[in-house]
């Protein structure tokens, strides 16, 4: 392991024998990815086929740290209550017309789950009370503007768009900012009025879906979701969709990934040169990528590190520029639990490796390689693939050293991190 992935995550914790046992659940339900089953109950993931008996690792490696999860495993089932719901058809439907699953809820839910990883707090976040607001937010409309509901599609547009973002001031983060953690949480969204362009979709779409059950809503209205860094979503009537609004509208399905994919890249651990895709920067930390960087920002990674490791032992989290690995790691076991891309199993099998948690990591980069080879699909990115085979040569080795066992130290990057929103 470098240098650089020591300083950061020295003293991963060891499981005890049958720390990785089944949790038992009366309501389970099954999918497929990667040529494996999913069963999603009580935030396990588990492959159907016993030969690859894979868990995730974030809540049982909090608890044997020392760290209550109780509220976190509560907000995952109901993350995994929602995504249940998703059948191949309600993953492409698009969020206006949306039935089966609750964003809001399902935000809120994931929300709620990082709010008890990061600030460790006995109370859990309080999913309804910031559900009364979603729908106050809608009630708010209809009381403004309800001359509206009898007017044309394009002036109703404009009133909403109108009450959203002037009346109510919700704005959009700047691309500097996208990171900050009150933008990709939709409960401070709703606090703060600052938010991604995923979470002020949802927003959109919530307000058309209580319009729509209360009979206020005649015609058929899509959100436009802007894909540059500025831009908020805007409504238009679907009867004058063009071809190339196509790649603009937002599916059940891809506005969850996008909100995601978000929390991923906000607190991935390894934030320098973002002109790599996570994997690789994981990779180029673990010495199994060439870097294509200079001595010196090698040098000032390092001294950033270092620096971020002298806070962490004081009990002080560091800034969003070095990630949150459990954050990181939650967003990748929801991504994988949603069925998104393959890829997911190999990024959450690099943090493994970062963790110590080499066993697991090894397991998770084999099934996504074993998968890729069953697709046949061409390598897309060859930097990638030499990056995945260097990172599993170098956990074959490690394993089958005789006599390893995982670091003592009891100092784990999992402990006394708090950090108030």
Request: with cysteine; charged share 25%.
């Amino acid at each position: 392991m470098s240098s650089l992935s020591c300083q950061w995550f020295f003293g991963a914790y060891a499981y005890p024998s049958g720390r990785f046992c089944n949790l038992s659940s009366s309501n389970t339900s099954t999918s497929s990815l990667a040529g494996f089953t999913i069963y999603c109950s009580n935030s396990q993931f588990t492959p159907g086929s016993s030969k690859n008996d894979l868990k995730f690792v974030l809540h049982d490696a909090l608890d044997a740290s020392g760290v209550n999860t109780t509220h976190a495993r509560i907000a995952r089932e109901g993350f995994c209550s929602q995504i249940r719901k998703l059948s191949n058809i309600e993953r492409e439907t698009s969020i206006c017309i949306n039935r089966g699953v609750d964003l809001g809820k399902t935000a809120l839910h994931i929300a709620a789950e990082d709010d008890s990883l990061v600030s460790h707090s006995s109370v859990p976040l309080p999913v309804d009370d910031f559900l009364e607001r979603l729908d106050h937010l809608s009630m708010g409309y209809c009381s403004r503007y309800s001359s509206s509901f009898t007017s044309s599609p394009e002036h109703f547009i404009h009133c909403l768009e109108k009450y959203l973002y002037v009346n109510k001031g919700f704005r959009r983060t700047g691309a500097t900012t996208q990171s900050e953690p009150r933008a990709l949480y939709l409960h401070s969204v709703l606090t703060h009025r600052s938010g991604s362009a995923s979470l002020l979709s949802l927003l959109y779409s919530e307000i058309l879906k209580m319009l729509r059950l209360w009979g206020f809503l005649s015609f058929d209205i899509e959100v436009f979701f802007p894909h540059d860094s500025s831009s908020t979503p805007r409504g238009y009537c679907k009867q004058k969709t063009k071809e190339s609004d196509q790649s603009h509208v937002m599916t059940t399905q891809s506005l969850l990934e996008e909100m995601l994919k978000d929390l991923k890249d906000a607190f991935w651990p390894f934030q320098l040169d973002h002109t790599k895709s996570p994997f690789l920067r994981a990779a180029r930390a673990a010495n199994c990528s060439e870097s294509t960087n200079d001595s010196d920002e090698s040098a000032f990674g390092l001294a950033s590190v270092k620096a971020a490791l002298h806070r962490l032992e004081r009990g002080v989290w560091t800034s969003v520029r070095f990630g949150d690995m459990r954050r990181a790691l939650s967003a990748c076991e929801r991504l994988i639990l949603l069925q998104t891309e393959p890829k997911e199993l190999r990024d959450y099998g690099a943090l493994l490796y970062h963790c110590g948690f080499y066993k697991e990591a090894l397991q998770y980069l084999t099934i996504y390689q074993d998968g890729q080879k069953e697709s046949l699909d061409l390598i897309d990115n060859v930097e990638e693939e030499e990056a995945l085979e260097k990172l599993m040569i170098r956990l074959n080795l490690i394993l089958m050293e005789e006599g390893w066992s995982p670091p003592t130290d009891n100092k784990s990057f999992l402990r006394n991190n708090s950090e108030p929103w």
